[in-house]
């Protein structure tokens, strides 16, 4: 996803100026009006003239003029397309002047290194940082304003005894210093100003209330690091000598140091006061509306009421098609772009206002849609360069559709979403529940040299491309939730696609760092990555399966309350004894750190969260009076976004190598966890009783981090409830506050394998379960084979939801026998692993890997490349062969009959996990499940064209009893004569079977790709459908070859 900013607005040099026939581009679709010719008078009274000049023109110079005119005809046309895609034209008081005030939503900040703006900044000269603000107006025009004045600082320590000549000196030397290294910067002085102000550091409690600093005032954003670098490394100052300071606050990006300073958060509201700005002196981008003010103009507003709401982003989706050549994958420098699919959407809205596609030569009409064809390259890319313009997007998205924004964004859905493929047929089907015709790169240009049907089927499928992410990014709610999440930490909204979560933490401590008068040193990278601290306890888990209600009892943001709760923070004492603090204002964690009580000092940390937690709490109280659908996205993206924030916190002081590292805090909160688990554990096993009046006693099965699950002994999912609400009332009042114990759910059955690994149904109501919940098995785990995961759900419904565990013994029977008797559907078989570098960069030999080494050696056009998530089965092989020597592409194992090695998945896939299930059950689970009947018989397809068979000479069998043959008119053996009308029909019922499945499966692929008298052309390995069809139709064909051996 790219922003406003990014996303095309900014200008670029200017656009050659079009001539000839080159600056004419579309040519009109079937069925679009021409404009008429030009009348007969006016063309008689053109000739008549020439004639009295006694000019006689040459043949070619008349064609030269009709085409010219015909061009201007198309140009024409396509211009009116694309004045319809145009925003709202602008007000006529706020186009002519400043005497209205403007409020938009901003997207995107930047900077630019410009000339100071003599109007509004009189005595400043050279070259100055001017911050650049893209946003959308309340009617939706695009804005961006140029904000002048805003300086680039940081702070040092100021030594002791410097006067106010000091200073001065210190000032001449530090100018004469950068000088030396900014030789080539057109500025009239490097260090604008060097102030004493009073602050106090983040760092450690301190005794007095202010501490002199040093606030030096450079004149480019990128002067900040080299000075910083001055500083730090030491500088001789006269009178002084020689010191090295430590900097405060000079690693923040310039953008964001602008946005905190004018209490700005990414996606809030601007407004610019009438009368406080001015037409821009310099248009730098392709906005509506530029405007120039100064940074002291601005207001900021809060993401509250009226000002919580969205501005109408225009959203462009989009896709590409090239022409690649045979064998190879499309390269720009050699492969036409030839077509290109739009999409636009207004923000909130769910269809889009404008839908066209540009194409390589003519296309046949598609319903809803604008077709615009083109006669070259050239003349696409030009239109579309245009129809950015036009357009004027805010927001453009695709599926990888760049090098920079996207992979950022697929990264967060990663993060977020477990799947076993991320391609967008994979994401689509398991978000939308629909797919797309994936058409292979190697047939786009027949489908391209073909004809106006053929490039409409290419049309289709590019605009679905370009349809399928704006579903998703409707679907998963990515642009409420990124703005939310912008909001909420103070950071630019693309910074949440480019940054990790430590920016989005500094900002907040930023922020509440300025308000309390404090400045946070630069100490990044002083951990070495190795500290370490013991983490969290889980304790030991009772595996079973339990038939009695299991109530789960979870501290609410464990880790956030430790910190309110007991004042961890920055502001712990490097030395208590020193201070001579008084032992009661002091807390000692159970990991040996000192920390100050709230009483003493309330620590900047502990208040960040104590906002974050009530904001929380009112999001959701409004989401659940909210009635309004884009009201509800807008608040539930916001108390997401709060509770991801507060969450972070802890992280961000245990990441040594991060910005501001503190392993006292981060090793003390995980201590208090620890503590705590322990401590509800002993309350509740030494409180419910029988020996307390209880009708059992209560045990502890399992704990982990944040929650305790306990069995009470009660036999009704009503009675557990209570009993755990009972529980966590009274344990919640032996902590100190904000930490509390809720009661969240019930488990009834079940099923607990190990740490992090159970299953259950889950119970929030005792009249229904909500669900199945699963942690940690292969139901949720994405590195095994969808057999597995259908296997294990399919039990564990049996064993949790129908209470039938015999049923669940048969069908893991069944299961097993089918896959030992090569009877289990190939896709089913299908393993994927992501290749995330390339072949010599791993230790080891993998599987996957192998595989893509190989299959770049049979067509490098189509072998997976680093990024990909790589399919593959594991076939039969030589006795003793390595796991990554029998890696197989599926296709290839499917054209060629390769024999599956069902022992391998036996073995190594389905085993483990079924024993994990079912030996809490079972007393001989291995001997039951995985001995017996049903893994006595084995069927092995005979490979078609690899190993020995390539050797083998084919000789023909009876139809009947398979028995060797030698008259080539022959179907059946002698024996097998009498059986002839019943083999024969055998042999066109097995026909007409295969031909009704590979029917089924050919008319699903056609709805897919949206049409029913079309080849399908779909070869999409994210889809179980594609290997079934595959494998169907080549059945089907050796079944009619059998029925073509019958003479009658």
């Not at 009189?122 to 300086?151: D, K, M, W, Y």
């Not at 849609?369 to 890319?381: H, P, Q």
């Not at 770049?856 to 990909?868: H, L, N, S, Y």
């Amino acid at each position: 996803m790219s922003s406003g900013g990014r996303g095309g607005k900014r200008r670029g040099p200017p656009p050659p100026a079009p001539s000839g026939a080159a600056a004419k581009r579309a040519n009109p679709s079937p069925g679009t009006p021409q404009p008429p010719p030009p009348a007969a008078g006016a063309a008689a009274a053109e000739e008549e003239d020439m004639m009295d000049e006694d000019v006689f023109l040459d043949e070619s110079i008349l064609a030269e003029d009709e085409a010219a005119l015909l061009m201007l005809q198309r140009d024409e046309a396509f211009a009116s397309r694309l004045a319809r895609s145009k925003r709202p034209a602008l007000p006529a008081d706020l186009a002519a002047g400043c005497s209205r005030a403007v409020a938009f939503q901003q997207l995107e900040i930047d900077y630019v290194i410009g000339e100071s703006h003599k109007e509004l900044l009189p005595n400043s000269s050279g070259s100055a940082a001017i911050l650049r603000i893209f946003g959308v107006t309340r009617e939706g025009h695009s804005i961006c304003c140029q904000v002048h004045g805003f300086e680039p600082y940081f702070y040092i320590g100021c030594p002791s005894g410097m006067g106010p000549d000091d200073i001065s000196r210190f000032h001449q030397t530090l100018e004469g210093r950068m000088k030396e290294s900014n030789r080539s910067s057109n500025v009239p002085r490097f260090v604008k100003r060097v102030e004493l102000v009073q602050k106090q550091t983040i760092m450690h409690y301190q005794t007095q209330q202010s501490q002199p600093f040093l606030k030096i005032v450079v004149a480019l954003p990128t002067m900040v690091a080299s000075c910083r670098g001055i500083l730090e490394r030491g500088i001789t100052i006269e009178g002084l000598g020689s010191k090295s300071f430590l900097t405060y606050e000079s690693n923040i990006l310039f953008a964001l140091r602008f946005m905190i300073d004018c209490n700005i958060v990414g996606g809030n509201w601007i407004e610019l006061p009438a009368g406080k700005y001015r037409k821009a002196a310099r248009v730098m981008s392709y906005c509506q509306l530029e405007l120039d003010c100064l940074y002291s103009d601005l207001v900021s507003h809060a993401a509250e009421g009226e000002y919580s709401k969205m501005a109408p982003f225009r959203i462009l989706s989009f896709d590409i098609e090239c022409a690649g050549r045979k064998g190879h994958f499309p390269e720009p420098t050699h492969d036409p772009v030839i077509q290109i699919a739009n999409l636009v959407t207004h923000q909130g809205e769910g269809q889009p206002f404008v839908r066209n596609v540009m194409t390589l030569k003519s296309c046949s009409p598609i319903v809803g849609v604008d077709v615009m064809s083109f006669d070259t390259e050239r003349d696409i890319l030009l239109a579309w360069r245009d129809f950015i313009r036009e357009v004027d997007p805010d927001i453009i998205i695709g599926y990888n559709i760049c090098k920079f924004d996207m992979p950022y964004l697929i990264e967060a859905m990663q993060r977020d979403y477990k799947l076993s493929s991320y391609s967008l047929n994979s994401v689509s089907a398991h978000f939308l529940g629909e797919q797309k015709e994936d058409v292979h790169h190697s047939i786009i240009s027949d489908l391209q040299n073909g004809n106006s049907e053929t490039r409409r089927r290419l049309a289709v499928y590019c605009l679905k491309d370009a349809y399928l992410p704006q579903r998703l990014l409707d679907k998963l709610m990515y642009i409420y939730n990124y703005v939310e999440m912008a909001r909420v930490t103070g950071v630019p909204i693309s910074f949440l696609l480019s940054r990790g979560q430590s920016i989005k933490v500094l900002s907040q401590l930023l922020r509440k760092a300025k308000q309390k008068n404090l400045v946070i040193p630069n100490i990044k990278g002083q951990g070495s990555g190795q500290d370490t601290f013991e983490g969290a306890t889980v304790l030991e888990a009772r595996a079973g399966f339990y038939e009695k209600p299991i109530a789960t009892l979870d501290f609410a943001s464990l880790y956030p309350s430790i910190m309110m709760a007991y004042n961890l923070c920055y502001c712990a004492p490097e030395d208590a004894s020193e201070l001579n603090l008084p032992p009661e204002s002091l807390n000692k964690t159970p990991s040996g750190e000192i920390f100050v009580k709230p009483e003493l000092q309330k620590g900047i940390l502990p208040e960040i969260l104590e906002e974050l937690l009530a904001a929380r709490k009112r999001a959701k109280a409004d989401l659940k009076e909210a009635k309004d659908p884009l009201e509800r996205a807008v608040l539930d993206g916001r108390q997401l976004a709060l509770k991801i924030s507060a969450n972070s916190v802890y992280g961000f002081t245990g990441a040594t190598v991060g910005q501001l590292p503190c392993l006292e805090i981060s090793s003390s909160v995980t201590s208090y966890g620890r503590q705590m688990i322990e401590h509800t554990k002993k309350l509740v096993e030494d409180k419910f009783t029988t020996v307390g009046g209880y009708e059992h006693n209560a045990e502890v099965i399992y704990g982990d981090t944040d929650s305790v699950m306990v069995q009470f002994g009660v036999s009704k999912v009503e009675d557990a409830m209570k009993l755990g609400r009972e529980a966590a009332d009274y344990i919640s009042g032996t902590f100190t506050k904000p930490i509390k114990l809720e009661f969240e759910k019930v488990y009834f059955p079940y099923l607990l394998i190990s740490k992090k690994r159970y299953a259950g149904l889950y119970w929030t109501n005792p009249e229904k379960f909500d669900k199945m919940d699963a942690k940690g098995i292969e139901t949720v785990r994405r590195d095994n084979c969808l057999l597995v995961k259908n296997l294990v759900t399919e039990c564990l419904h049996k064993i949790l939801v129908d209470r039938d565990v015999p049923g669940a013994v048969q069908y893991v029977k069944n299961t097993i026998s089918d896959l030992l008797m090569n009877r289990v559907d190939l896709s089913l078989l299908v393993i994927t692993k992501g290749l995330t570098k390339t072949g010599e960069d791993y230790a080891v030999k993998a599987a996957h890997v192998e595989l893509a080494e190989r299959m770049r050696k049979r067509d490098p056009a189509t072998a997976p490349t680093v990024g990909d998530r790589v399919p593959y089965v594991i076939i039969k092989a030589a006795k003793g062969a390595k796991a990554y020597e029998k890696s197989e592409d599926p296709i290839y194992v499917l054209d060629n009959n390769i024999p599956i090695d069902p022992q391998y998945y036996l073995e190594n896939q389905i085993s483990k996990p079924l024993l994990r299930i079912f030996e809490p059950i079972l007393k001989n689970a291995s001997k039951e499940l995985l001995h017996g009947s049903h893994t006595r018989s084995v069927s092995i397809s005979t490979p078609s064209n690899s190993g020995i068979m390539k050797f083998a000479k084919k000789q023909l069998t009876c139809l009947g009893c398979k028995a060797v043959i030698s008259g080539a008119s022959q179907t059946l053996c002698s024996h097998c004569k009498g059986r002839e009308a019943e083999l024969y029909c055998k042999t066109v019922a097995n026909v007409s079977d295969l031909e009704m499945l590979f029917g089924r499966l050919w008319t699903q692929c056609q709805e897919c790709q949206g049409s029913l008298h079309q080849d399908v052309l779909c070869t999409s390995r994210d889809c179980p459908i594609f290997y079934r069809r595959r494998k169907a139709q080549k059945d089907m064909a050796e079944a009619r070859l059998q029925l073509d051996r019958w003479d009658f």
